[in-house]
């Protein structure tokens, strides 16, 4: 399940910040991660966590009042050697890397799609811009993948416009059009956030097989850890623009280490008793205008360590794919068991952790 | 499509079949010394006499009747005070002409301008260009226009050294109030459409179209500018049409013998034929303008449907 191939994407110590209203926001905290080819990789987090304002930095969509401050973006994926994307400061130096190596499928379908142009038309507008055919070979590909994201009578489709579609349906066509522009990576903004349940696992199933079928390499963005049991191989948590812990899908699952993995764990309905209050994370996510000083967690943590307070903890790993950003697994920490709650965890099996079962947005 | 337009261009004839009677009945509530050009020195007998004989004392409707017939055929009916027994036909013609004349130029001077100005806006906003079009914007949009008029007036005539008044075989004469029609318009074009396409560029399908490679100036006009403008397209024919009941100030400034303030004239006059003819002319105008606006709107917006919805949702 794991791919160890070669790595497309590699992020190294990345700081995003952003000014906003005369101060300075530190949206992106040193940020180090490896994306490889071919994998699902999800990243979850609270809403402010930073998974959008991180994957904005793949495809040169972050917003105007941001900017890279330090780090590198190592992008492996074209055949003239590999690229810093964190150099690419204008619009001209992203032209032709938008879309064609990087694409995006984003929340809300309603308003993805221009309203006033055919479904036929914005999916050719990606295929003339991306893979070079014109007139009717493009008309005849855009059909093709509208059938290919699982559109019926795709010819009289292609022709209607986006308010004859359902919601569920656009965001197949959104899917279609980000397919268009042949990829090699997609990210999913929380593809199914808008999407009512009985359609997000269609979704999800179909950016699935449309990842095995082209080889694509997905970043899911979402705060529903039941979307994240469905289609990840990996997970990243990430907590006040950090990636706190990423490990495979079973090792964060059943073997979370960081205290804020074991607390948006606990707060999954599913792992609620019967008769009592669902877990809620106590306190508000620390304030990103300010230096934060140790783990951005500690406050927060029932049981933190003198030590989270004063310094950053570095990376620690537990396996060579599973590492944690938590002093606790220094050798010189005390022993500190993980939460009743996540030992349970280990009795269900992942599957089961439906995305029709969920509740939707955690902490 | 032509199943639409035809059930809109009924409703709007109900519309001013309607009006016509509401301002009719209206009308007889005026004195009747507005259908006579002597009415002080005539004997309560011949006043009389004249109103039967105009057949102003035949039932309302009978009265309402004639004249929406007299209309299809094209007669207007008399003038009795503005100009004296002439056919309001005669009079209204030459005047309309000249106003629509005066306005269609500044229109195609202005829409262009106007639209230029706004995407220019919108493209740069908070920039130099949006500032200066701001500016602009504010200062002709406060002051009132009598006010740059004279202006205008006065210095274009002695800069260009032009005549001051409208001189119909010297087309130079047009030059200035053409200037102080499409100062106001331009301003009001760019206004709406840089409003329309910033308030474009924040939606979704534009970042989405930006994440699959769309280039910028291809999205900024492709997507931003082709959809900001339908809301626009509605008001072309509306504005277009209603050229023709010409601008009081600046006809009046350059003495041009248009329809600006044509009505406030015979109004005075207690002209009564006149004011309702003209009445009936600019709602039937302002009705049809508005019936293109929606047409042409649903030519560009497809959203608009000219039949039932089908239930594709």
């Known amino acids: 399940m794991l791919n160890n191939g070669d790595t497309i994407l590699s992020v190294k110590d990345l700081h995003v910040k952003f000014s906003l209203r005369g101060k300075v926001l530190n949206a992106i905290r040193g940020i180090s991660l490896d994306l490889y080819k071919g994998e699902a990789l999800a990243i979850v987090g609270e809403s402010g966590s930073g998974k959008s304002v991180l994957t904005k930095n793949f495809i040169g969509l972050l ?3 941001g900017w890279v401050d330090s780090g ?29 190596q990087v694409a995006m499928v984003m929340q809300d379908p309603m308003t993805s799609l221009n309203p006033l142009k055919t479904i036929g038309w914005q999916i050719e507008e ?39 579609f359902s919601g569920g349906m656009r965001q197949r066509v959104v899917i279609a059009i980000a397919m268009a522009c042949n990829p090699q990576i997609l990210i999913c903004d929380e593809p199914t956030t808008a999407l009512d349940v009985t359609i997000q696992a269609q979704i999800l199933q179909l950016i699935r097989n449309l990842k095995d079928k082209y ?12 979307v994240v049991a469905n289609v990840a191989d990996r997970i990243a948590v990430m907590y006040a623009g950090d990636i706190v812990e990423v490990g495979t899908c079973e090792e964060v699952f059943y073997d979370p280490r960081h205290p804020y993995t074991w607390a948006l764990l606990s707060s999954l309905p599913q792992l ?28 927060r943590n029932p049981h933190p360590l003198k030590i989270d307070f004063l310094y950053r903890p570095p990376y620690f790993d537990v396996s060579p794919t599973h590492k944690a950003r938590t002093w606790l697994l220094d050798p010189r920490a005390p022993k500190v068991d993980p939460p009743e709650i996540i030992r349970h965890i280990q009795g269900i099996k992942l599957d089961t952790m439906d995305v029709k079962a969920n509740g939707g947005e955690q902490a | 499509m032509l199943k639409y337009s035809i ?14 009677t509401i301002v009719f009945a209206l009308l007889r509530f005026m004195p009747e010394e507005g259908y006579f050009n002597n009415y ?9 006499l004249g109103l039967i004989k105009m057949g102003l004392k035949d039932p309302l409707y009978v009265q309402v009747f004639r004249f929406i017939r007299n209309l299809l055929k094209g007669d207007l009916g008399l003038s009795y005070r503005y100009r004296v027994n002439s056919p309001i036909a005669k009079i209204i013609a030459p005047k309309i002409k000249i106003s629509a004349k005066l306005g269609i130029i500044c229109m195609a001077i202005s829409l262009p301008l106007g639209l230029a100005l706004g995407v220019l806006m919108a493209r740069y906003k908070g920039k130099f260009w ?33 005549p001051m008044l409208y001189n119909e075989n010297d087309w130079r004469t047009l030059i200035l109030p053409t200037i102080s029609l499409a100062l106001p318009s331009i301003s009001s074009y760019a206004m709406w459409l840089r409003r329309y396409m910033v308030d474009e560029t924040n939606k979704d399908y534009i970042k989405l179209a930006r994440a699959k490679g769309v280039p910028n100036t291809t999205i900024w006009f492709r997507h931003v500018f082709r959809n900001a403008v339908v809301p626009i397209v509605n008001l072309i024919p509306g504005s277009l049409l209603m050229t023709i009941s010409g601008s009081i100030y600046t006809e009046s400034f350059y003495s041009i013998p248009g329809m600006g303030g044509l009505l406030v004239d015979v109004i005075k006059r207690q002209d009564n034929n006149m004011v309702m003819v003209l009445v009936v002319l600019f709602a039937a105008v302002g009705i049809v303008g508005l019936l293109l606006g929606d047409i042409a709107m649903a030519l560009v917006d497809p959203r608009i449907s000219f039949t039932k919805k089908e239930g594709s949702r």
Not at chain 1, 80 to 95: C, F, H, I, N, R
Not at chain 2, 133 to 154: D, E, K, T
């Open chain 1, 215 to 226: 080889g694509l390499t997905t970043i899911y963005i979402t705060h529903d850890l039941g």
């Open chain 1, 63 to 65: 917003d105007k009042n």
């Open chain 1, 72 to 100: 590198e973006i190592w992008y492996y994926g074209l055949e003239s050697g590999p690229v810093d994307l964190a150099q690419y400061k204008t619009e001209e130096d992203w032209q032709g890397f938008r879309g064609k």
């Open chain 2, 130 to 162: 949006d500032r200066l079009g701001n500016a602009y914007i504010v200062f002709i949009q406060a002051v009132p226009n009598a006010v740059y008029f004279i202006f205008i007036q006065l210095y274009g005539s002695t800069w260009l050294k032009i």
């Open chain 1, 272 to 299: 609620g008793i019967k008769g009592q209050d669902l877990y809620a994370i106590k306190g508000t996510p620390p304030n990103l205008f300010n230096e934060i000083r140790g783990d951005a967690f500690a406050p």
């Open chain 2, 40 to 48: 002080e020195k005539m004997s309560p007998a011949q006043i009389e």
């Open chain 2, 7 to 20: 059930k809109r261009l009924a409703r709007s004839l109900i519309t001013l079949i309607i009006l016509i």
């Open chain 1, 126 to 164: 990606a295929i003339k811009l991306h893979q070079g055919l014109q007139g009717e070979e493009a008309k005849r590909k855009a059909i093709e993948i509208l059938s290919d994201v699982g559109i019926l009578e795709p010819e009289r489709r292609a022709k209607q416009y986006p308010h004859e």
